[in-house]
């Protein structure tokens, strides 16, 4: 049985409509709700349970920008709660290659969720507790490079590629989500698998194709590497702010 919507969505095709499945039973709307909006303004949003799979919700979200469901939908397999969400166009629409860069120094320019780079969103998502495999940064970096829309990560890349520890820190897992990991053992898993990846890589970069597509590497892991240094500055920033806040608050008058 298809899933029915209260939305009343439009009979003609819009690329602003992104459906969400695979959702956790325990997540509630406002975790999902504000996990998109990180990817622009939602002017709809419907979480019900799935009527096609009876172990998931499923949500339907109308944003506001064709941007920002674009966002969206490269966020599929992320972990909200306990369950990687797979997020898709609610419309089956040819893509089409209408993004453009946007200078920062331009007067006209206002920076909003919509026009941000995809991979400083998702360095804002991870900084927020949220995990995002790294092939799900990886698609943001690729988007960006398309479009010319990441020179504002560039800057960390020397520092990252300069530094091993820095690099090897994309395997850690947040403190807000230390739950999930200890349940599921994801970080046993991914020391695992990067161990693994590693061995094959370093064999398979023997080969003369290995060489060819070692640079080319090299570059997409240090770019998801300096999304996740991205998210831990701005993980560290929320944490000085809060701490000022703290320190600025009155204390209490017993007296009254």
């Known amino acids: 049985m298809p899933n029915t919507w209260t939305i009343s969505v439009p009979e003609t095709p819009s690329p602003?409509?992104?459906?969400?499945?695979?959702?956790?039973?325990q997540s509630s709307e406002q975790t999902v709700k504000e996990f998109f909006l990180?990817?622009?303004?939602?002017?709809?949003?419907?979480?019900?349970?799935?009527?096609?799979?009876?172990?998931?919700?499923?949500?339907?979200?109308?944003?506001e920008r064709e941007s920002a469901a674009k966002t969206a939908a490269l966020l599929s397999n992320a972990l909200i709660d306990d369950s990687h969400i797979v997020a898709s166009p609610y419309f089956d629409?040819?893509?089409t290659d209408n993004e453009r860069s946007v200078d920062p120094n331009s007067s006209e320019h206002h920076e909003t969720q919509e026009t941000k780079p995809k991979s400083r969103i998702a360095a804002e998502i991870l900084a927020n507790g949220y995990m995002l495999q790294d092939h799900v940064v990886a698609k943001g970096v690729e988007y960006d490079n398309k479009y010319n829309l990441s020179?504002?990560?560039?800057?960390?890349?020397?520092?990252l590629q300069s530094n091993a520890k820095q690099f090897d820190e994309k395997?850690?897992?947040?403190?807000?989500?230390?739950?999930?990991?200890?349940?599921y053992k994801i970080s046993e898993k991914a020391q695992t698998a990067a161990q693994t990846a590693q061995s094959?890589?370093?064999?398979?970069?023997?080969t003369p194709t290995g060489q060819k597509v070692?640079?080319?590497?090299?570059?997409?892991?240090?770019q998801i590497a300096a999304v996740h240094y991205e998210a831990k500055k701005i993980h560290g920033e929320k944490l000085n702010t809060a701490?000022?806040?703290s320190t600025n608050e009155k204390p209490a008058n017993p007296s009254q």
Do not use: M
């Not at 070692?214 to 240090?222: G, R, S």
């Open 200 to 206: 094959k890589a370093q064999a398979a970069l023997q």
């Open 171 to 183: 395997y850690r897992i947040w403190d807000s989500v230390k739950n999930i990991d200890k349940k």
């Open 151 to 159: 020179s504002r990560l560039t800057g960390f890349l020397g520092n």
């Open 38 to 63: 990180f990817c622009g303004k939602i002017k709809e949003f419907e979480l019900k349970n799935d009527e096609e799979d009876e172990k998931h919700k499923i949500a339907l979200v109308h944003f």
């Open 243 to 245: 701490g000022q806040h």
């Open 93 to 95: 629409i040819p893509s």
């Open 16 to 25: 602003n409509y992104i459906v969400v499945k695979n959702i956790s039973p």
């Open 214 to 222: 070692h640079d080319f590497a090299n570059q997409t892991l240090a």
